[in-house]
Protein backbone atom coordinates (compact mmCIF):
# COMPACT_ATOMS: atom_id res chain seq x y z
CA UNK A 1 0.00 0.00 0.00
CA UNK A 2 1.62 3.21 -0.93
CA UNK A 3 0.82 6.66 1.08
CA UNK A 4 -1.56 9.04 0.09
CA UNK A 5 0.08 12.06 -1.81
CA UNK A 6 0.66 14.94 0.01
CA UNK A 7 0.38 18.72 -2.01
CA UNK A 8 3.85 20.17 -1.26
CA UNK A 9 3.32 23.50 -2.91
CA UNK A 10 1.33 26.09 -0.70
CA UNK A 11 0.05 27.75 -3.90
CA UNK A 12 -2.08 24.65 -4.43
CA UNK A 13 -3.00 23.83 -1.32
CA UNK A 14 -4.63 26.90 -0.51
CA UNK A 15 -6.38 26.57 -4.16
CA UNK A 16 -7.76 23.29 -3.25
CA UNK A 17 -8.89 24.56 0.04
CA UNK A 18 -11.04 27.05 -1.58
CA UNK A 19 -12.41 24.78 -4.15
CA UNK A 20 -13.36 22.50 -0.79
CA UNK A 21 -15.29 25.24 0.34
CA UNK A 22 -16.85 26.02 -2.87
CA UNK A 23 -17.95 22.11 -3.14
CA UNK A 24 -18.54 21.32 0.74
CA UNK A 25 -20.42 24.46 1.12
CA UNK A 26 -23.42 24.02 -1.35
CA UNK A 27 -23.97 20.46 -0.25
CA UNK A 28 -24.42 21.18 3.18
CA UNK A 29 -27.03 23.74 2.46
CA UNK A 30 -28.81 21.23 0.48
CA UNK A 31 -28.81 18.89 3.34
CA UNK A 32 -30.10 21.19 5.96
CA UNK A 33 -32.62 22.42 3.50
CA UNK A 34 -34.07 18.67 2.96
CA UNK A 35 -33.62 18.02 6.44
CA UNK A 36 -35.07 21.29 7.66
CA UNK A 37 -38.09 21.06 5.93
CA UNK A 38 -39.00 17.44 6.06
CA UNK A 39 -38.47 16.86 10.07
CA UNK A 40 -38.16 20.46 11.38
CA UNK A 41 -41.24 22.37 9.73
CA UNK A 42 -38.97 25.27 9.25
CA UNK A 43 -41.31 26.23 6.55
CA UNK A 44 -38.49 29.45 5.53
CA UNK A 45 -36.40 26.77 4.07
CA UNK A 46 -37.37 26.82 0.69
CA UNK A 47 -35.77 25.22 -2.59
CA UNK A 48 -34.09 28.19 -3.26
CA UNK A 49 -31.88 27.79 -0.30
CA UNK A 50 -30.45 25.35 -1.66
CA UNK A 51 -30.65 26.27 -5.21
CA UNK A 52 -28.55 29.61 -5.04
CA UNK A 53 -25.33 27.85 -3.42
CA UNK A 54 -25.32 24.94 -6.33
CA UNK A 55 -25.85 27.35 -8.77
CA UNK A 56 -23.13 29.69 -7.40
CA UNK A 57 -20.44 27.21 -6.69
CA UNK A 58 -19.47 26.74 -10.18
CA UNK A 59 -19.02 30.62 -10.60
CA UNK A 60 -16.69 30.55 -7.62
CA UNK A 61 -14.89 27.25 -9.28
CA UNK A 62 -14.40 29.33 -11.92
CA UNK A 63 -12.96 32.36 -10.08
CA UNK A 64 -10.58 29.96 -8.48
CA UNK A 65 -9.94 28.34 -11.87
CA UNK A 66 -8.66 32.02 -13.15
CA UNK A 67 -6.96 32.78 -9.96
CA UNK A 68 -4.77 29.42 -9.98
CA UNK A 69 -4.48 29.04 -13.57
CA UNK A 70 -0.51 28.72 -13.37
CA UNK A 71 -1.22 25.44 -11.31
CA UNK A 72 -3.02 23.67 -14.49
CA UNK A 73 0.02 24.45 -17.17
CA UNK A 74 2.88 23.47 -13.74
CA UNK A 75 2.78 19.72 -13.88
CA UNK A 76 3.08 19.62 -9.96
CA UNK A 77 -0.32 21.21 -10.09
CA UNK A 78 -2.19 18.13 -11.48
CA UNK A 79 -4.02 17.84 -8.47
CA UNK A 80 -5.97 21.15 -8.35
CA UNK A 81 -6.31 20.49 -12.40
CA UNK A 82 -8.16 16.95 -11.57
CA UNK A 83 -10.03 18.11 -8.86
CA UNK A 84 -11.67 21.32 -10.38
CA UNK A 85 -12.67 19.00 -13.63
CA UNK A 86 -13.91 16.51 -11.08
CA UNK A 87 -16.21 19.03 -9.33
CA UNK A 88 -17.13 20.68 -11.58
CA UNK A 89 -18.74 17.82 -13.46
CA UNK A 90 -20.34 16.70 -10.29
CA UNK A 91 -21.98 20.53 -10.57
CA UNK A 92 -23.22 20.00 -13.75
CA UNK A 93 -26.02 17.18 -13.36
CA UNK A 94 -27.57 19.43 -10.20
CA UNK A 95 -27.58 22.41 -12.16
CA UNK A 96 -29.56 21.14 -15.03
CA UNK A 97 -32.36 19.68 -12.76
CA UNK A 98 -31.80 23.53 -11.15
CA UNK A 99 -32.65 24.85 -14.63
CA UNK A 100 -35.53 22.17 -14.65
CA UNK A 101 -37.22 23.03 -11.60
CA UNK A 102 -35.95 26.05 -9.93
CA UNK A 103 -34.59 28.84 -12.35
CA UNK A 104 -33.07 29.09 -16.18
CA UNK A 105 -30.50 31.18 -14.57
CA UNK A 106 -28.51 28.00 -13.79
CA UNK A 107 -27.16 28.79 -17.56
CA UNK A 108 -24.72 30.73 -16.42
CA UNK A 109 -23.52 27.49 -13.67
CA UNK A 110 -23.57 25.38 -16.65
CA UNK A 111 -21.39 27.66 -19.03
CA UNK A 112 -19.64 28.34 -15.81
CA UNK A 113 -18.59 24.48 -15.86
CA UNK A 114 -18.40 24.25 -19.44
CA UNK A 115 -15.62 26.88 -19.40
CA UNK A 116 -13.80 25.26 -16.65
CA UNK A 117 -13.74 21.97 -18.73
CA UNK A 118 -12.31 23.77 -21.80
CA UNK A 119 -10.10 26.09 -20.08
CA UNK A 120 -8.12 23.34 -18.21
CA UNK A 121 -7.14 21.63 -21.45
CA UNK A 122 -6.20 24.57 -23.14
CA UNK A 123 -3.92 25.18 -20.50
CA UNK A 124 -2.80 22.27 -20.42
CA UNK A 125 -2.08 22.38 -24.58
CA UNK A 126 -0.18 25.72 -24.52
CA UNK A 127 1.54 24.14 -21.36
CA UNK A 128 3.27 21.59 -23.63
CA UNK A 129 3.63 23.57 -26.75
Given at each position: ?14 AIRVLAVCTIAPILCM ?99
Amino acid sequence: MTAPRTVNNPEERTAIRVLAVCTIAPILCMAFQDLGSKYGDMDWLTKGYAAWPIMIAPVAMLVVLIRYRKLISNPKGANFSQLIKLVSCLFLIPNVAVIIGYSWLAVISILSTLTILVADRQLKKQAHT
